[in-house]
């Protein structure tokens, strides 16, 4: 029993006492592990790159937002103060046609820095505050201002005449050195302007204004004219008595954003804003 002890001792020993020899990779387990590294390298380098434009795009959609809230405040803002007359419903809106396509792209407020110089009729060039796409870049909307100029405006019906200040307006904002515009934002989005045969028109700001009388314009001459009665027109919430009925002016804004500075225009990554403003005012009769 002792001599199977010693002899069980020994071998073990003698097993345990013999070099180890280390087995080395093949060319195919080689192969393999590169594989396998190559594949969670471009993995990790995906992520990251995914990881980045995902940042990329909530920084813009960020810086946006912020243009978007500024520039909308400030038009409704302007919009809020504004002056009202029978000849004049606190704001309008100036549209050109290009190729057949209305473009409603400048808002006209009448918002004097004191007291108005007609206060029932017109207001005079340096009352005036106007929103609109800039020509020379599209992607700003500019504020224009002219202090120096006096002249009463256009009638609202002269819509040519409107079309002539504007762009009087926008000349003299550029070649002025005074502050007479004001930049709301440099990240307008941009549409190509065709026509049915694919011609080319240039480019235009993706901004809109909209219009509301109540009552309108149109039913308001008609009273005017003796064809509509006093009590007929559609008088906001029913407010009018003897000799005044209440008229609302409506506002609707509509603009669209770049996502910060991606240089894209295609209306899938547009961010879009909307804001309003009513003016209530009293038409005597």
């Not at 020993?13 to 080689?30: I, N, Q």
């Not at 590169?34 to 909530?58: D, F, R």
């Not at 207001?123 to 929103?131: A, S, T």
Request: charged share 15%.
């Amino acid at each position: 029993m002792g001599m199977f002890h010693r002899s069980t001792r020994r071998r073990f020993a003698a097993v345990h006492s013999m070099p180890w020899r280390r087995r080395g990779l093949t060319l195919v387990e080689l192969m393999m592990v590169s594989a396998v590294m190559a594949i969670l390298a471009s993995t990790l380098a995906a992520l990251a790159t995914t990881v980045q434009i995902a940042n990329q795009q909530q920084m813009g959609r960020g810086l946006a937002t912020q243009h978007g809230q500024v520039a909308i405040q400030r038009i409704e803002h302007a919009l809020q103060g504004a002056t009202t007359s029978e000849q004049f419903p606190g704001f309008i809106v100036v549209s050109e046609t290009v190729s057949g396509s209305t473009f409603p792209d400048t808002l006209v407020v009448w918002k004097p820095s004191g007291q108005p110089i007609s206060p029932d009729g017109l207001p005079r060039v340096n009352e005036l505050v106007v929103f609109t796409p800039m020509d020379e870049d599209p992607t700003r909307l500019i504020e224009l201002r002219n202090p120096n100029d006096t002249s009463e405006v256009p009638v609202v019906a002269n819509i040519s005449g409107w079309q002539n200040l504007i762009s009087i307006m926008k000349t003299s904002a550029v070649a002025s050195s005074d502050s007479r515009a004001v930049v709301l934002t440099d990240l307008m989005r941009m549409a190509d302007v065709t026509d049915p045969s694919g011609k080319s028109f240039g480019q235009r700001g993706c901004v809109r204004f909209e219009q509301m009388l109540r009552p309108s314009a149109a039913e308001w001459q008609a009273y005017k004219a003796g064809s509509a009665s006093w009590q007929s027109l559609p008088w906001v919430q029913g407010i009018y008595g003897a000799s005044f009925g209440q008229r609302q002016a409506l506002c609707r804004i509509e603009l669209q954003l770049r996502p910060g500075d991606i240089n894209s225009h295609d209306k899938l990554v547009a961010v879009p804003f909307f804001g309003s403003a009513a003016i209530y005012y009293q038409l005597e009769r």
